[in-house]
Protein backbone atom coordinates (compact mmCIF):
# COMPACT_ATOMS: atom_id res chain seq x y z
CA UNK A 1 0.00 0.00 0.00
CA UNK A 2 1.26 3.40 -0.78
CA UNK A 3 2.61 5.30 2.04
CA UNK A 4 3.20 9.40 1.65
CA UNK A 5 6.64 10.27 2.69
CA UNK A 6 6.67 12.73 6.13
CA UNK A 7 9.27 15.50 5.65
CA UNK A 8 11.90 13.26 7.80
CA UNK A 9 11.58 10.47 5.30
CA UNK A 10 12.12 13.05 2.65
CA UNK A 11 15.21 14.44 3.98
CA UNK A 12 16.61 11.13 4.82
CA UNK A 13 16.11 9.75 1.50
CA UNK A 14 17.18 13.11 -0.16
CA UNK A 15 20.42 12.79 2.33
CA UNK A 16 20.86 9.34 0.92
CA UNK A 17 21.04 9.88 -2.60
CA UNK A 18 23.26 12.58 -2.59
CA UNK A 19 25.50 10.43 0.10
CA UNK A 20 28.70 9.49 -1.71
CA UNK A 21 28.94 5.69 -2.20
CA UNK A 22 31.56 3.52 -0.21
CA UNK A 23 33.56 1.49 -1.82
CA UNK A 24 33.01 -2.03 -0.87
CA UNK A 25 36.12 -4.48 -0.52
CA UNK A 26 36.81 -5.86 -3.44
CA UNK A 27 36.03 -9.89 -4.32
CA UNK A 28 38.98 -12.16 -3.87
CA UNK A 29 38.78 -13.50 -7.62
CA UNK A 30 41.24 -16.64 -7.48
CA UNK A 31 44.54 -16.42 -9.21
CA UNK A 32 44.58 -19.26 -12.27
CA UNK A 33 48.53 -19.04 -12.73
CA UNK A 34 50.39 -20.44 -15.45
CA UNK A 35 53.97 -19.58 -13.77
CA UNK A 36 54.23 -20.10 -10.13
CA UNK A 37 57.12 -17.68 -8.73
CA UNK A 38 58.18 -18.87 -4.91
CA UNK A 39 60.72 -16.63 -3.70
CA UNK A 40 62.54 -17.00 -0.15
CA UNK A 41 64.20 -14.40 1.60
CA UNK A 42 66.82 -16.06 3.93
CA UNK A 43 66.57 -15.09 7.09
CA UNK A 44 63.62 -12.53 7.04
CA UNK A 45 61.96 -12.17 9.55
CA UNK A 46 57.99 -10.86 10.57
CA UNK A 47 59.84 -8.64 12.86
CA UNK A 48 62.10 -7.51 9.46
CA UNK A 49 59.15 -7.15 7.42
CA UNK A 50 57.21 -5.41 10.30
CA UNK A 51 60.47 -2.85 10.76
CA UNK A 52 60.62 -1.82 6.95
CA UNK A 53 56.38 -2.49 5.48
CA UNK A 54 56.22 1.36 5.48
CA UNK A 55 59.40 2.02 3.87
CA UNK A 56 58.29 0.05 0.80
CA UNK A 57 57.67 1.31 -2.15
CA UNK A 58 59.05 -1.63 -4.53
CA UNK A 59 58.57 -5.28 -5.05
CA UNK A 60 58.18 -5.84 -1.12
CA UNK A 61 55.72 -2.77 -1.04
CA UNK A 62 53.49 -4.27 -4.23
CA UNK A 63 53.45 -7.54 -2.61
CA UNK A 64 52.53 -6.07 0.40
CA UNK A 65 49.99 -3.64 -0.53
CA UNK A 66 48.14 -5.88 -3.30
CA UNK A 67 48.53 -9.69 -1.66
CA UNK A 68 47.09 -11.67 1.04
CA UNK A 69 49.43 -11.14 3.69
CA UNK A 70 50.19 -13.32 6.47
CA UNK A 71 52.21 -11.03 8.53
CA UNK A 72 52.87 -13.74 11.68
CA UNK A 73 53.52 -17.20 9.02
CA UNK A 74 55.63 -19.86 11.04
CA UNK A 75 58.60 -22.26 10.63
CA UNK A 76 56.80 -23.82 13.47
CA UNK A 77 59.62 -26.37 14.33
CA UNK A 78 62.56 -25.66 16.49
CA UNK A 79 65.87 -26.03 14.35
CA UNK A 80 65.77 -22.77 12.51
CA UNK A 81 68.30 -23.49 10.15
CA UNK A 82 68.49 -22.48 6.33
CA UNK A 83 68.21 -26.12 5.08
CA UNK A 84 65.38 -27.46 7.29
CA UNK A 85 63.52 -24.28 6.78
CA UNK A 86 63.58 -24.24 2.95
CA UNK A 87 62.64 -28.07 3.06
CA UNK A 88 59.09 -27.33 4.48
CA UNK A 89 58.14 -24.34 2.02
CA UNK A 90 57.25 -26.59 -1.06
CA UNK A 91 56.95 -29.88 0.60
CA UNK A 92 54.33 -29.37 2.92
CA UNK A 93 55.97 -31.33 5.46
CA UNK A 94 57.69 -30.33 8.79
CA UNK A 95 61.46 -31.56 8.68
CA UNK A 96 60.94 -34.86 10.62
CA UNK A 97 59.63 -35.49 7.54
CA UNK A 98 61.91 -33.98 5.20
CA UNK A 99 64.84 -35.50 6.22
CA UNK A 100 66.25 -31.95 6.37
CA UNK A 101 66.58 -31.61 10.12
CA UNK A 102 69.50 -28.97 10.49
CA UNK A 103 72.49 -27.75 8.00
CA UNK A 104 74.61 -30.35 9.39
CA UNK A 105 74.94 -33.11 11.88
CA UNK A 106 76.81 -35.81 13.19
CA UNK A 107 77.20 -39.25 12.12
CA UNK A 108 77.83 -41.58 14.52
CA UNK A 109 78.21 -44.62 12.58
CA UNK A 110 80.50 -42.84 10.04
CA UNK A 111 82.41 -40.95 13.12
CA UNK A 112 81.90 -37.38 10.61
CA UNK A 113 80.01 -34.49 9.99
CA UNK A 114 77.47 -34.46 7.35
CA UNK A 115 76.22 -31.60 4.92
CA UNK A 116 72.49 -31.64 4.68
CA UNK A 117 72.58 -32.33 0.86
CA UNK A 118 75.71 -33.78 0.86
CA UNK A 119 75.86 -36.80 -1.93
CA UNK A 120 79.05 -38.68 -2.95
CA UNK A 121 77.43 -39.54 -5.84
CA UNK A 122 77.48 -36.68 -7.70
CA UNK A 123 80.38 -34.21 -8.37
CA UNK A 124 80.00 -30.46 -8.67
CA UNK A 125 80.02 -28.46 -11.95
CA UNK A 126 82.49 -26.17 -11.25
CA UNK A 127 84.50 -28.31 -9.03
CA UNK A 128 84.57 -32.17 -9.19
CA UNK A 129 86.71 -32.80 -6.13
CA UNK A 130 84.57 -30.33 -4.04
CA UNK A 131 81.87 -30.92 -1.81
CA UNK A 132 79.25 -32.39 -3.71
CA UNK A 133 75.58 -32.04 -3.44
CA UNK A 134 71.90 -33.42 -4.48
CA UNK A 135 68.64 -33.49 -3.23
CA UNK A 136 69.57 -37.37 -2.23
CA UNK A 137 69.04 -36.38 1.34
CA UNK A 138 65.56 -34.86 1.46
CA UNK A 139 62.94 -37.55 1.71
CA UNK A 140 60.05 -35.30 1.00
CA UNK A 141 59.13 -34.44 -2.78
CA UNK A 142 58.44 -30.95 -3.27
CA UNK A 143 55.44 -29.32 -5.27
CA UNK A 144 57.42 -29.15 -8.34
CA UNK A 145 57.66 -32.92 -7.96
CA UNK A 146 54.09 -33.65 -7.81
CA UNK A 147 53.43 -31.27 -10.74
CA UNK A 148 55.65 -32.71 -12.90
CA UNK A 149 53.92 -36.35 -12.17
CA UNK A 150 50.89 -34.76 -13.67
CA UNK A 151 51.94 -32.81 -16.23
CA UNK A 152 55.27 -33.77 -17.67
CA UNK A 153 55.96 -30.88 -19.83
CA UNK A 154 56.12 -28.37 -17.12
CA UNK A 155 59.15 -26.98 -16.25
CA UNK A 156 60.81 -26.24 -12.47
CA UNK A 157 63.60 -24.11 -12.27
CA UNK A 158 65.36 -22.52 -8.80
CA UNK A 159 67.69 -20.36 -8.66
CA UNK A 160 69.44 -19.20 -5.02
CA UNK A 161 72.81 -17.58 -3.55
CA UNK A 162 73.15 -20.94 -1.76
CA UNK A 163 72.79 -24.82 -2.75
CA UNK A 164 70.72 -25.14 0.20
CA UNK A 165 68.20 -22.57 -1.16
CA UNK A 166 68.14 -23.76 -4.58
CA UNK A 167 67.73 -27.37 -4.59
CA UNK A 168 65.16 -27.95 -1.40
CA UNK A 169 62.80 -25.73 -3.04
CA UNK A 170 63.22 -27.25 -6.64
CA UNK A 171 62.78 -30.62 -5.56
CA UNK A 172 63.87 -34.09 -7.33
CA UNK A 173 62.90 -33.70 -10.74
CA UNK A 174 63.94 -29.83 -11.25
CA UNK A 175 65.02 -29.08 -14.74
CA UNK A 176 67.83 -26.88 -13.28
CA UNK A 177 68.91 -25.93 -9.82
CA UNK A 178 71.54 -23.54 -10.25
CA UNK A 179 73.67 -21.11 -6.96
CA UNK A 180 76.10 -18.57 -7.13
CA UNK A 181 79.62 -19.71 -6.57
CA UNK A 182 81.50 -16.46 -6.46
CA UNK A 183 84.31 -16.14 -9.11
CA UNK A 184 82.61 -18.84 -11.40
CA UNK A 185 79.66 -17.62 -11.42
CA UNK A 186 76.02 -20.01 -11.34
CA UNK A 187 76.66 -23.91 -10.66
CA UNK A 188 75.36 -27.13 -9.95
CA UNK A 189 75.18 -30.72 -9.52
CA UNK A 190 76.29 -33.43 -12.06
CA UNK A 191 74.81 -36.87 -11.67
CA UNK A 192 75.98 -39.83 -13.50
CA UNK A 193 76.38 -40.23 -16.64
CA UNK A 194 75.44 -36.32 -17.12
CA UNK A 195 78.09 -33.60 -17.83
CA UNK A 196 79.29 -30.24 -16.77
CA UNK A 197 78.83 -28.49 -19.82
CA UNK A 198 75.62 -30.28 -20.57
CA UNK A 199 74.35 -29.23 -17.27
CA UNK A 200 75.48 -25.89 -16.97
CA UNK A 201 74.13 -24.67 -20.55
CA UNK A 202 71.03 -22.82 -19.08
CA UNK A 203 73.45 -20.51 -17.55
CA UNK A 204 77.11 -20.65 -19.09
CA UNK A 205 76.27 -17.12 -21.20
CA UNK A 206 74.90 -15.58 -17.93
CA UNK A 207 77.49 -16.60 -16.40
CA UNK A 208 80.51 -15.32 -19.01
CA UNK A 209 78.17 -11.68 -19.24
CA UNK A 210 77.77 -11.31 -14.77
CA UNK A 211 82.07 -11.59 -14.69
CA UNK A 212 82.56 -9.51 -17.54
CA UNK A 213 80.47 -7.30 -16.43
CA UNK A 214 81.86 -7.41 -13.18
CA UNK A 215 85.24 -6.96 -14.09
CA UNK A 216 84.28 -3.92 -15.65
CA UNK A 217 82.46 -2.23 -13.31
CA UNK A 218 83.51 -3.77 -9.74
CA UNK A 219 80.45 -3.76 -7.12
CA UNK A 220 81.52 -1.81 -4.38
CA UNK A 221 78.64 -2.07 -1.58
CA UNK A 222 77.83 2.07 -0.46
CA UNK A 223 74.64 3.71 0.11
CA UNK A 224 71.70 3.27 -2.51
CA UNK A 225 70.82 6.36 -4.38
CA UNK A 226 67.71 7.29 -6.49
CA UNK A 227 66.49 10.29 -8.11
CA UNK A 228 64.24 11.07 -5.51
CA UNK A 229 67.14 11.06 -2.50
CA UNK A 230 67.27 14.59 -3.04
CA UNK A 231 63.66 15.52 -2.63
CA UNK A 232 62.95 12.68 0.33
CA UNK A 233 66.40 11.79 1.98
CA UNK A 234 65.60 8.48 0.45
CA UNK A 235 66.80 5.63 2.29
CA UNK A 236 70.43 6.23 2.20
CA UNK A 237 69.85 9.18 4.89
CA UNK A 238 67.71 6.60 6.45
CA UNK A 239 70.62 4.22 6.72
CA UNK A 240 73.30 6.28 7.19
CA UNK A 241 71.56 6.83 10.86
CA UNK A 242 71.70 3.86 12.06
CA UNK A 243 76.00 3.96 11.97
CA UNK A 244 77.60 3.36 15.02
CA UNK A 245 80.55 1.75 16.97
CA UNK A 246 80.78 -1.84 18.31
CA UNK A 247 83.32 -4.16 19.96
CA UNK A 248 81.91 -8.14 19.44
CA UNK A 249 84.01 -10.87 20.38
CA UNK A 250 86.79 -8.35 21.48
CA UNK A 251 87.02 -6.66 17.98
CA UNK A 252 86.07 -3.12 17.85
CA UNK A 253 84.24 -2.28 13.82
CA UNK A 254 82.35 0.28 13.03
CA UNK A 255 78.51 -0.19 11.41
CA UNK A 256 78.64 1.94 8.09
CA UNK A 257 79.04 2.03 4.58
CA UNK A 258 81.19 1.84 2.45
CA UNK A 259 82.58 -1.77 3.51
CA UNK A 260 86.21 -1.64 3.58
CA UNK A 261 88.01 -3.04 0.43
CA UNK A 262 89.37 -6.47 1.34
CA UNK A 263 93.24 -7.07 1.02
CA UNK A 264 93.12 -9.99 -1.01
CA UNK A 265 90.89 -11.87 -3.48
CA UNK A 266 89.71 -14.57 -1.11
CA UNK A 267 88.68 -11.55 0.82
CA UNK A 268 86.91 -9.62 -1.76
CA UNK A 269 85.32 -12.77 -3.23
CA UNK A 270 84.04 -13.37 0.67
CA UNK A 271 82.63 -9.69 0.69
CA UNK A 272 80.85 -9.62 -2.84
CA UNK A 273 78.94 -12.79 -1.21
CA UNK A 274 78.33 -10.96 1.68
CA UNK A 275 76.61 -8.02 -0.08
CA UNK A 276 73.47 -7.11 -2.27
CA UNK A 277 74.83 -7.79 -5.26
CA UNK A 278 74.57 -11.69 -4.37
CA UNK A 279 70.25 -11.02 -4.20
CA UNK A 280 70.91 -8.83 -7.63
CA UNK A 281 72.62 -11.55 -9.60
CA UNK A 282 70.10 -13.97 -8.39
CA UNK A 283 66.99 -12.39 -9.68
CA UNK A 284 68.80 -11.33 -12.92
CA UNK A 285 69.32 -15.31 -13.81
CA UNK A 286 65.61 -16.18 -12.38
CA UNK A 287 64.23 -13.15 -15.06
CA UNK A 288 66.09 -14.57 -17.56
CA UNK A 289 65.60 -18.06 -17.16
CA UNK A 290 61.42 -17.35 -17.09
CA UNK A 291 62.32 -15.42 -21.04
CA UNK A 292 64.79 -18.00 -22.03
CA UNK A 293 62.45 -21.53 -21.53
CA UNK A 294 59.30 -19.21 -21.58
CA UNK A 295 58.43 -20.10 -18.07
CA UNK A 296 54.29 -19.11 -17.70
CA UNK A 297 53.59 -18.84 -21.61
CA UNK A 298 52.65 -22.32 -22.52
CA UNK A 299 49.43 -23.85 -21.56
CA UNK A 300 51.35 -26.08 -18.61
CA UNK A 301 52.12 -24.41 -15.35
CA UNK A 302 55.64 -23.40 -14.66
CA UNK A 303 57.19 -23.21 -11.39
CA UNK A 304 60.29 -21.29 -10.54
CA UNK A 305 61.60 -20.85 -7.19
CA UNK A 306 64.08 -18.44 -5.99
CA UNK A 307 65.62 -18.05 -2.84
CA UNK A 308 67.20 -14.58 -1.91
CA UNK A 309 70.61 -15.23 0.31
CA UNK A 310 72.13 -11.83 1.00
CA UNK A 311 69.69 -11.03 4.35
CA UNK A 312 71.32 -14.12 5.74
CA UNK A 313 74.94 -13.20 5.19
CA UNK A 314 74.62 -10.11 6.49
CA UNK A 315 72.11 -10.87 9.28
CA UNK A 316 74.79 -13.00 10.36
CA UNK A 317 78.02 -10.68 9.52
CA UNK A 318 76.75 -7.36 10.79
CA UNK A 319 73.61 -8.00 12.49
CA UNK A 320 69.60 -7.22 11.20
CA UNK A 321 69.25 -3.74 12.29
CA UNK A 322 72.53 -1.41 11.29
CA UNK A 323 72.74 0.36 8.47
CA UNK A 324 74.06 -2.38 6.12
CA UNK A 325 70.53 -4.43 6.47
CA UNK A 326 68.78 -1.42 5.86
CA UNK A 327 70.58 -0.59 2.69
CA UNK A 328 69.98 -4.33 1.72
CA UNK A 329 66.23 -4.65 2.34
CA UNK A 330 66.09 -1.12 0.65
CA UNK A 331 67.64 -2.34 -2.57
CA UNK A 332 66.18 -5.93 -2.13
CA UNK A 333 62.65 -3.76 -2.49
CA UNK A 334 63.83 -1.89 -5.77
CA UNK A 335 65.22 -4.82 -6.90
CA UNK A 336 62.13 -7.37 -6.57
CA UNK A 337 59.90 -4.56 -7.91
CA UNK A 338 62.17 -4.97 -11.44
CA UNK A 339 61.77 -8.54 -11.03
CA UNK A 340 58.24 -8.58 -10.67
CA UNK A 341 57.53 -6.54 -13.63
CA UNK A 342 60.19 -8.93 -15.60
CA UNK A 343 58.37 -12.02 -14.68
CA UNK A 344 54.81 -10.51 -15.15
CA UNK A 345 55.50 -10.18 -19.13
CA UNK A 346 54.33 -14.28 -19.12
CA UNK A 347 51.18 -15.05 -21.48
CA UNK A 348 49.52 -17.00 -19.06
CA UNK A 349 48.37 -15.34 -15.34
CA UNK A 350 51.29 -15.64 -12.40
CA UNK A 351 51.18 -16.66 -8.43
CA UNK A 352 53.92 -15.12 -6.44
CA UNK A 353 54.45 -16.58 -3.17
CA UNK A 354 56.95 -14.54 -0.77
CA UNK A 355 58.48 -16.58 2.57
CA UNK A 356 61.13 -17.32 4.47
CA UNK A 357 63.39 -19.92 5.81
CA UNK A 358 63.55 -18.79 9.14
CA UNK A 359 63.73 -15.53 10.83
CA UNK A 360 66.40 -14.29 13.23
CA UNK A 361 67.47 -11.98 16.34
CA UNK A 362 70.09 -8.85 16.13
CA UNK A 363 73.80 -9.32 17.50
CA UNK A 364 73.40 -9.63 21.31
CA UNK A 365 75.97 -6.40 22.07
CA UNK A 366 73.10 -3.96 19.88
CA UNK A 367 70.05 -5.82 21.92
CA UNK A 368 72.28 -5.53 25.09
CA UNK A 369 72.55 -1.71 24.13
CA UNK A 370 69.08 -1.28 24.06
CA UNK A 371 68.15 -2.75 27.35
CA UNK A 372 67.32 -6.51 26.43
CA UNK A 373 68.99 -9.28 28.54
CA UNK A 374 70.88 -10.58 25.62
CA UNK A 375 74.25 -12.08 25.69
CA UNK A 376 76.41 -15.05 24.24
CA UNK A 377 77.01 -18.68 25.03
CA UNK A 378 81.20 -19.32 24.02
CA UNK A 379 79.55 -23.22 22.89
CA UNK A 380 83.39 -24.44 22.76
CA UNK A 381 83.87 -23.90 26.44
CA UNK A 382 80.49 -24.63 27.53
CA UNK A 383 80.89 -28.07 25.75
CA UNK A 384 83.89 -28.51 27.25
CA UNK A 385 83.10 -28.18 30.70
CA UNK A 386 80.15 -30.67 30.46
CA UNK A 387 82.66 -32.99 29.02
CA UNK A 388 85.03 -32.59 31.90
CA UNK A 389 82.07 -32.96 34.50
CA UNK A 390 81.03 -36.79 32.31
CA UNK A 391 84.63 -37.75 32.61
CA UNK A 392 84.35 -37.45 36.51
CA UNK A 393 81.20 -38.38 37.24
CA UNK A 394 81.56 -41.33 35.21
CA UNK A 395 84.56 -42.70 34.93
CA UNK A 396 85.34 -41.50 31.04
CA UNK A 397 89.13 -41.50 29.81
CA UNK A 398 87.74 -39.74 26.78
CA UNK A 399 85.10 -36.79 25.95
CA UNK A 400 81.50 -38.42 25.26
CA UNK A 401 79.84 -35.44 23.64
CA UNK A 402 80.11 -33.72 20.73
CA UNK A 403 78.09 -31.06 19.04
CA UNK A 404 79.39 -31.28 15.19
CA UNK A 405 76.09 -30.85 14.17
CA UNK A 406 75.43 -27.53 16.10
CA UNK A 407 75.26 -26.78 19.89
CA UNK A 408 71.46 -27.64 19.66
CA UNK A 409 72.24 -31.21 18.79
CA UNK A 410 74.22 -33.18 21.02
CA UNK A 411 75.72 -36.58 20.12
CA UNK A 412 77.37 -38.94 22.65
CA UNK A 413 80.03 -40.94 21.61
CA UNK A 414 82.87 -43.50 22.45
CA UNK A 415 86.57 -42.79 22.46
CA UNK A 416 86.80 -43.10 18.38
CA UNK A 417 83.84 -40.76 18.26
CA UNK A 418 81.86 -43.41 17.03
CA UNK A 419 78.42 -44.62 18.11
CA UNK A 420 78.64 -46.79 22.11
CA UNK A 421 77.57 -50.54 22.77
CA UNK A 422 73.50 -50.06 23.44
CA UNK A 423 73.97 -50.66 26.98
CA UNK A 424 76.81 -47.71 27.40
CA UNK A 425 75.20 -45.28 25.55
CA UNK A 426 72.07 -45.50 27.38
CA UNK A 427 74.09 -45.02 30.62
CA UNK A 428 75.89 -42.02 29.46
CA UNK A 429 73.45 -40.53 27.49
CA UNK A 430 71.16 -40.21 30.51
CA UNK A 431 74.17 -38.64 32.69
CA UNK A 432 74.59 -36.25 29.85
CA UNK A 433 71.11 -35.53 29.87
CA UNK A 434 70.86 -34.83 33.50
CA UNK A 435 73.78 -32.70 33.05
CA UNK A 436 72.68 -30.45 30.07
CA UNK A 437 68.98 -29.95 31.60
CA UNK A 438 70.68 -28.71 35.04
CA UNK A 439 72.49 -25.66 32.62
CA UNK A 440 71.58 -22.33 34.09
CA UNK A 441 71.56 -21.18 29.97
CA UNK A 442 69.13 -24.29 28.97
CA UNK A 443 65.13 -23.94 29.48
CA UNK A 444 64.82 -27.33 28.70
CA UNK A 445 66.96 -30.41 27.00
CA UNK A 446 65.13 -33.54 25.57
CA UNK A 447 66.20 -36.99 24.64
CA UNK A 448 65.97 -37.14 21.06
CA UNK A 449 64.40 -40.81 21.24
CA UNK A 450 61.99 -39.97 23.30
CA UNK A 451 61.28 -37.03 20.55
CA UNK A 452 60.53 -39.47 18.02
CA UNK A 453 58.32 -41.55 19.45
CA UNK A 454 56.13 -38.53 20.99
CA UNK A 455 52.73 -38.55 19.88
CA UNK A 456 52.11 -35.05 17.94
CA UNK A 457 49.92 -32.12 19.43
CA UNK A 458 46.40 -31.98 17.67
CA UNK A 459 46.55 -30.82 14.27
CA UNK A 460 44.50 -27.60 15.17
CA UNK A 461 46.58 -26.26 17.47
CA UNK A 462 48.07 -22.93 16.17
CA UNK A 463 51.46 -22.79 15.59
CA UNK A 464 52.51 -19.97 17.83
CA UNK A 465 51.06 -22.18 20.88
CA UNK A 466 52.43 -25.67 19.82
CA UNK A 467 55.12 -26.37 23.05
CA UNK A 468 58.32 -26.42 22.94
CA UNK A 469 58.42 -30.57 22.93
CA UNK A 470 56.52 -30.30 20.02
CA UNK A 471 59.03 -28.01 18.10
CA UNK A 472 61.52 -30.13 18.98
CA UNK A 473 59.80 -33.26 17.87
CA UNK A 474 59.04 -31.34 13.81
CA UNK A 475 62.78 -30.87 13.99
CA UNK A 476 63.59 -34.58 15.04
CA UNK A 477 64.56 -36.81 12.13
CA UNK A 478 66.12 -40.39 13.20
CA UNK A 479 70.30 -40.92 12.97
CA UNK A 480 69.99 -36.64 12.15
CA UNK A 481 69.67 -35.57 15.38
CA UNK A 482 71.75 -36.37 17.89
CA UNK A 483 70.69 -37.85 21.14
CA UNK A 484 69.93 -34.85 22.89
CA UNK A 485 68.37 -31.33 22.09
CA UNK A 486 68.69 -28.50 23.85
CA UNK A 487 66.48 -25.10 23.87
CA UNK A 488 68.69 -22.58 25.06
CA UNK A 489 67.22 -19.72 26.92
CA UNK A 490 65.52 -16.76 24.81
CA UNK A 491 68.16 -14.17 23.79
CA UNK A 492 71.06 -16.15 24.53
CA UNK A 493 72.92 -16.66 21.29
CA UNK A 494 74.72 -19.69 20.90
CA UNK A 495 77.68 -18.18 19.44
CA UNK A 496 81.26 -16.56 19.48
CA UNK A 497 81.46 -13.62 17.64
CA UNK A 498 84.13 -13.55 15.12
CA UNK A 499 85.08 -11.13 12.65
CA UNK A 500 82.66 -12.30 9.59
CA UNK A 501 80.21 -13.13 12.24
CA UNK A 502 78.28 -11.53 15.47
CA UNK A 503 74.81 -12.89 14.89
CA UNK A 504 72.89 -16.40 14.23
CA UNK A 505 69.73 -18.07 14.24
CA UNK A 506 68.40 -21.56 15.18
CA UNK A 507 66.33 -21.68 17.57
CA UNK A 508 62.79 -22.46 19.37
CA UNK A 509 62.43 -18.74 19.65
CA UNK A 510 59.46 -17.12 17.72
CA UNK A 511 61.99 -14.24 16.58
CA UNK A 512 63.62 -17.24 14.49
CA UNK A 513 60.03 -18.79 13.74
CA UNK A 514 58.05 -16.35 13.06
CA UNK A 515 58.00 -15.22 9.13
CA UNK A 516 56.14 -13.56 6.71
CA UNK A 517 53.95 -15.45 4.06
CA UNK A 518 52.31 -13.59 1.17
CA UNK A 519 50.22 -14.74 -2.01
CA UNK A 520 49.81 -12.44 -5.10
CA UNK A 521 48.33 -12.49 -8.48
CA UNK A 522 47.06 -9.57 -11.07
CA UNK A 523 43.70 -7.97 -9.90
CA UNK A 524 43.55 -10.51 -6.44
CA UNK A 525 42.35 -8.25 -3.66
CA UNK A 526 44.18 -7.01 -1.12
CA UNK A 527 43.65 -9.24 2.51
CA UNK A 528 45.86 -8.98 5.37
CA UNK A 529 45.23 -12.00 7.53
CA UNK A 530 46.21 -11.80 11.40
CA UNK A 531 46.29 -15.74 12.50
CA UNK A 532 49.22 -17.27 12.08
CA UNK A 533 49.79 -19.83 8.90
CA UNK A 534 52.47 -22.74 8.55
CA UNK A 535 54.98 -22.61 6.24
CA UNK A 536 53.66 -25.90 5.37
CA UNK A 537 50.77 -24.94 4.35
CA UNK A 538 52.28 -22.90 1.21
CA UNK A 539 53.08 -26.31 -1.14
CA UNK A 540 49.46 -27.57 -0.39
CA UNK A 541 47.32 -24.24 -1.11
CA UNK A 542 49.10 -24.03 -4.66
CA UNK A 543 48.69 -27.61 -5.29
CA UNK A 544 45.01 -26.86 -4.54
CA UNK A 545 45.11 -23.16 -6.46
CA UNK A 546 46.78 -25.43 -9.51
CA UNK A 547 44.86 -28.94 -9.75
CA UNK A 548 47.31 -30.68 -8.60
CA UNK A 549 47.49 -33.46 -5.70
CA UNK A 550 49.60 -33.39 -2.77
CA UNK A 551 50.89 -36.87 -1.03
CA UNK A 552 48.64 -37.88 1.75
CA UNK A 553 51.09 -38.06 4.51
CA UNK A 554 51.78 -34.22 4.15
CA UNK A 555 51.26 -32.07 7.55
CA UNK A 556 50.33 -28.60 5.93
CA UNK A 557 46.51 -28.18 4.50
CA UNK A 558 45.30 -25.62 1.99
CA UNK A 559 44.85 -22.24 3.19
CA UNK A 560 41.50 -20.84 0.80
CA UNK A 561 43.22 -17.78 -1.33
CA UNK A 562 39.62 -16.54 -1.91
CA UNK A 563 36.94 -16.33 1.17
CA UNK A 564 35.87 -18.37 3.12
CA UNK A 565 36.66 -21.78 3.31
CA UNK A 566 36.61 -23.09 -0.35
CA UNK A 567 40.00 -24.16 -1.60
Known sequence: M????????????????????????????????????????????????????SEFTGGLGKLAREGVVYPSGYQSHAMTETCPGHSTLLTGKHPNKTGISANDWYDAGLGKQVYCLGDDSVVLAHDAKGRAVSPKNMVATTYGDWLKAVSPTSRVFGVSGKDRGAITMSGHKADGAFWLQPGFGFTTYVPPGETAEARLKPVAAFNARMLADLKKHPFVWNYAKSPMDALTGGSARRCKALEADYETGGRPWRAALPIPVADDEAGKLRDLGSSPYTDQVTLELAAQLRDAYGLGDGPQVDVLTVSLSATDYIGHRYGTRGPEMCDQIARLDDRLGEFLDKVGKAKGGVLVV????????????????????????????????????????????????????????????????????????????????????????????????????????PVDTSPEEI??????????????????????KPDLVPATAGATYVSTHGSPWDYDRRVPIIFWWKDGAPRERV????????????????????????????RPLGAGHDC
Open 354 to 457: LSADHGGADMPERLHEEGYDAGRIATKPWLAKLNEMLRADLGLSYDPLVADGGINTIDVVGPDRKALPPVEHMRVTAAALALVSRQPEVVEAFDVNSLLTLAPE
Open 531 to 558: LPLDTVDIAPTIAAVTGVKPPADIDGRC
Open 2 to 53: NKLLTSGALACAALALSAPVLAQPRALTKPDPRLVVVISIDQFSANLFAQHR
Open 467 to 488: SIRERMRRSAYPGRSGDIAVAF
